[in-house]
């Protein structure tokens, strides 16, 4: 564990300058994270797991108004027929292969507007064995992907005995999953310190490759009508580009949320489903505005885009030096500070000072 501004982060093969954000960062596999939440679910004495059994569909009252509960059916072996579980409230986060805009349109609502922007993302993962002297007493280095460095890495302690490699590449530019490609795809990095601190390493696993091809966000807060004691969370309402680490985040934003709102009594569902899409809003813009900055990204370019990017851009270049914009990046992309944070005198005047030449954004 340590502070995430104090980690190396390069950009356009530059590093950030250090800094102390107050931000910690956790570099646990993620496995271990999710088993640790898992385990601290399980022990409430009111939660129950029904573990391989698929939903059906929605149980409602005869006219749609009210979602009272879901079919299911177990995937066992010797399971028996389908049966119905009623619920006081249904909370939908069922991830990316949500089914809720299907079963609503069998209970005569709007599907939500999908929003997509096809990435063409890939990650491929490996682990080493750690040796004393990798990564130099940091917790690990972030190669961040640019327009003119599309390729990015992450490589970091995830335990005492273990370092992680992630290798990304987009719009079809995956790394490869045979250890040779991988190392090669490793060495074209614009920062040679991930390539040669595994070069020699021992490796503990196979590359192994995760496609990402679109972020996806649903507009539930658009409908103008839907069930109540129904609600969408997390993934199933937007999937963001994992790239930016925010996805976790939103949804624990989306959680606390809706534990305000359970403090008053059941929520409104279209009163509760408008503050998740406020929350969204904030990283969706982040997300694919930053996306938008690579050649061959399908999207609208839009001035505000286009001027986002370039300044962002700017502000990268000044993180090099200064680490008041280091700090500011670091807490807009954790989700702590508002984009308008990085409008703020001090770093406005970081990223106006004059680059060297070649050193500045390419517009």
């Known amino acids: 564990m340590g502070d995430l501004g104090e980690q190396r982060w390069y950009f356009n093969a530059r590093p950030f300058r250090s800094t102390r954000t107050g931000l910690p960062s956790v570099t646990a596999q993620r496995p271990v994270l999710e088993e640790y939440f898992r385990d601290k679910v399980a022990a409430l004495p009111n939660v129950t797991f029904l573990e391989r059994t698929d939903v059906l569909g929605f149980l409602s009252t005869p006219d ?18 389908a049966f119905n579980l009623d619920a006081d409230l249904l909370v939908d986060a069922t991830g ?15 599907r939500p507007v999908e929003q997509r922007m096809a990435i063409g993302l890939a990650y491929t993962t490996r682990l080493y064995r750690r040796r004393p002297d990798m990564l130099n007493g940091t917790q690990f280095i972030n190669c961040i992907a640019s327009r003119e460095f599309p390729r990015g890495a992450f490589f970091g302690q995830v335990d005492r005995k273990t370092c992680i490699v992630s290798l990304t590449g987009i ?40 496609r990402f091809p679109a972020s996806v966000r649903r507009h539930y807060e658009r409908l103008p009508r839907l069930p109540e004691r129904l609600l969408v969370l997390g993934d199933a309402v937007c999937s963001l580009n994992p790239n930016y680490s925010q996805g976790m985040t939103v949804a624990a934003m989306e959680v606390m949320a809706l534990r305000r709102r359970l403090s008053r009594g059941t929520p409104s569902t279209i009163a509760f489903m408008r503050e998740v899409g406020r929350i969204v809003d904030q990283p969706w813009f982040i997300s694919t505005t930053n996306d938008l900055k690579y050649n061959g990204m399908a999207g609208h370019r839009g001035l505000t885009a286009r001027m986002g990017n370039a300044y962002v851009t700017r502000l990268h270049h000044a993180a090099a030096k200064d680490p008041a914009v280091t700090n500011a990046l670091m807490r807009v992309a954790g989700l702590i500070d508002r984009p308008t944070a990085l409008m703020r ?19």
């Open 64 to 81: 749609g108004r009210q979602v009272t509960g879901v079919r299911l059916r177990s995937t066992a072996a010797d399971a028996g027929s």
């Open 96 to 110: 990316r292969g949500s089914r809720t805009p299907v079963w609503l349109e069998e209970l005569g609502y709007e």
């Open 171 to 210: 719009l079809g530019d995956h790394p490869p999953t045979d250890p040779g490609g991988f190392l090669a795809f490793a060495r074209s990095l614009p920062v040679a310190d991930v390539y040669e601190q595994i070069r020699h390493a021992e490796p503990l696993s196979d590359p192994v490759c995760f």
């Open 345 to 363: 005198p001090r770093v406005l005047l970081g990223a106006l000072r004059p680059q060297k030449p070649g050193t500045g954004p390419v517009e």
